[in-house]
């Protein structure tokens, strides 16, 4: 018998726990949310003020539901350009928010083929955005059978869709530059282009949808949401620690804090990273309907540097000589590359310099010795673009903190990487097997960034709704 849930407890701030908390607690429904911080938003935390949210319409709409107005609560400003990229030998490429400038901009860069070539592949990217949008990216888990079986979508998508992302990119560009500058998508969700499928191409035309940044950063947007969630009665109590679920006839009916306390509750929604909860951090009746994630398929992390900087774009990112060795040292030594590729985020506070690194926190930590020659090989690829940030003389965040701030993750920051077309299919959805257990974030379905771990909050909450139903 299918109980009306009246209590949801929600485990975890971060971005899909805030907008599961807003719907919830818009339709009436007594919301507590827990959070082991001492402050709401998640990885979020960790972005440099300068990263901007793309698909806005989807945190509209998720305002609207909510009975409020994302632009009522944060100014947003289109970004117009999205990232100058710059390699060693002094040449720098513009990305911008428009396929016709960016196009020319190519043209001048690499001949009229490359430009022929971005027109080819942004008509691609978009083809795959408006395939996979309505029955993978805002649907609830699809089974890879019942995607496959859909004729009109594999006709859309084509058997190139699964070839690796790299591969697809060499089709449109001969210039290996040009297949490192929108490469760079894997990177986003911390996976390596030579292994994730070429339908990440869509990541690119999402970026040509807008790419927004919010006054006061991405705090800003995460402050609106629990606000609007409060003003519905939701209580977000920081500080607490859920170590366990409560179970009653065989479903979810509370969760238990460190210090002993219990909660009842009707539902549960799960947003610490589904790899932490496999590992038991909600115990074990949680930790058996998630699936665990070995150590092989971690997306990556990274190590972030704040430095002192001004004048520079939003976006800057630094390219290695080599457009492929630095993914072969993450993914299959799990080790640092001789030369990472940078990405510099710039604001008026400063700067934040970004470089993946490998999720083995847990087994292989990486030294200071490593870390630092990271550093070092990191501002020298800025200093050769004319940058001197000495990033040497900065404190970094490390995947060991990374890791320890989200435990049971070995330091990833984007769940499962998406490496071969059927890994997108394995991450967990909104349901579990464990009646009244829910999960979102940015390790479950539809993926990883906040604009997905959005969609997963709403998703998580349409399926609580449905239990009321
Ligand atoms: C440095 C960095 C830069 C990034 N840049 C971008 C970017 O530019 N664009 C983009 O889209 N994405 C970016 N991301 C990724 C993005 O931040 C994440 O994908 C997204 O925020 C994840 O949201 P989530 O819903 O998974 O929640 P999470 O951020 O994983 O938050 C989960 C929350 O649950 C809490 N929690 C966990 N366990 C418990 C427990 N037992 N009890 C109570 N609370 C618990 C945690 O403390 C945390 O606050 C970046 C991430 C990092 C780290």
Not at 295 to 311: C, D, E, H, L, Q
Request: charged letters at 15%; glycine letters at 10%.
């Amino acid at each position: 018998m299918n109980r009306s849930p009246k209590r949801v407890c929600i485990v975890g701030a971060g971005m899909g726990g805030l907008v599961a908390a807003m719907l919830l607690a818009a339709k009436g429904l007594e919301v507590v949310v827990l959070e082991m911080a001492e402050r709401p938003g998640g990885k979020t935390r960790a972005w440099p003020m300068a990263n901007g949210i793309t698909m806005q319409p989807v945190f509209e709409a998720i305002f609207d539901a909510a009975g409020a107005s994302l632009s009522a609560h944060v100014v947003l400003r289109r970004q117009a350009l999205l990232a100058r990229h710059h390699w060693g030998d002094g040449a720098t490429l513009d990305i911008v928010d428009g396929r016709a400038a960016n196009a020319d901009a190519i043209g001048r860069f690499a001949g009229a083929a490359a430009s022929r070539g971005y027109a080819d592949f942004a008509a691609r990217a978009e083809r795959y955005f408006q395939a996979l949008e309505a029955p993978f990216i805002m649907a609830q888990k699809p089974r890879a059978l019942a995607l496959s079986a859909n004729a009109g979508l594999a006709r859309k998508l084509g058997l190139s869709a699964l070839s690796p992302l790299w591969d697809g990119l060499r089709e449109h560009f001969s210039d290996p530059r040009l297949a490192q500058v929108f490469g760079r998508a894997a990177c986003y969700i911390g996976a390596s282009p030579l292994l994730a499928p070429a339908t990440l191409m869509m990541i690119s035309h999402i970026e040509q949808m807008g790419v927004w940044q919010p006054r006061g950063g991405i705090a800003a947007v995460v402050a609106a949401m629990a606000e609007v969630a409060r003003g519905h009665g939701a209580v977000l109590r920081l500080g607490a620690e859920v170590v366990d679920l409560r179970i009653e006839a065989g479903r979810a009916r509370g969760v238990v804090l460190a210090g002993g306390e219990l909660l009842q509750a009707d539902a549960v929604i799960g947003n610490a990273d589904a790899a932490a909860i496999a590992a038991g951090r909600l115990g074990q009746a949680a930790a058996r309907v998630v699936p665990e994630l070995p150590a092989s398929k971690r997306s990556f992390s990274a190590i972030t540097w704040a430095v002192a900087a001004t004048g520079l774009p939003a976006q800057s990112v630094f390219l290695p000589d080599d457009p492929t060795a630095e993914f072969t040292d993450l993914h299959f030594r799990a080790r640092l590359p001789a030369q990472p590729s940078v990405q510099l985020a710039a604001g008026e506070a400063g700067a934040t310099a970004m470089v993946p690194a490998p999720a083995r926190a847990d087994t292989r930590p990486l030294g200071r010795d490593a870390i630092a020659a990271c550093g070092r090989a990191a501002s020298a690829l800025m200093a050769r673009a004319g940058h001197n940030l000495n990033l040497e003389d900065a404190v970094p965040t490390t995947p060991d903190l990374f890791a320890q701030t989200y435990p049971g993750t070995g330091g990833a920051l984007y769940g499962q990487a998406v490496h071969g077309w059927a890994a997108s299919f394995a991450r967990p959805g909104a349901s579990t097997k464990l009646p009244g257990f829910y999960l979102c974030g940015g390790a479950t379905h539809p993926g990883a960034g906040v604009a997905m771990a959005a969609i997963s909050g709403r998703l998580a909450a349409e399926r609580v709704l449905e239990q009321r139903a």
